[in-house]
């Protein structure tokens, strides 16, 4: 504490000599380039992405047709959208039951296999009517040669879609 208090003459040089001095530029500073491990786990990185990057588009590059199709998809409506998806025939079968049987009917389908893909599809398409196992209505998808006993024709199509509605008689 008992320093003598500088003059304003070694405050000004000690301020000149502290102008002058220039840093080290910032590329030159050791604290920051990565160090080796660090750049290799760096690199590493990069590459596993490139490669899932890759891998990940390959199959859309390579099949733009189908690429292109998907995205079509996109403008339709929610209808042409279920008819692509279903098929057009089984859709248009959908519709015209739809537009004929009521919403309570019971009904059984003959034509599609129990359990495919197409009869799953139709039993949740005509919701809320349900499949039973003493059906009002049997619908019969491209089986013209179909035949019930007590059953009578309500609609039929050429290419063998048929509608048949089932008389119950009651046993007394």
Partial sequence: MGGVPPDSGQLRVAAER???IEPLPAILMASDFPTKPARLINAAIWLWLAIWIFLLTKSAISNFAGVRQTLDLFWKTPEERLQ??????LYEFY???QRILPETARV???GLERGSQDHSRLVYL???RVLSDRPEYLLVYHSPSHNRPNAHRIVSFDNGDLILQIDHQESR
């Fill in 18 to 20: 502290a102008s002058h």
């Fill in 126 to 128: 005509l919701y809320p």
């Fill in 95 to 97: 519709k015209l039951c």
């Fill in 84 to 89: 692509q998806s279903y098929g057009k025939e």
């Fill in 108 to 110: 059984d389908i003959v």
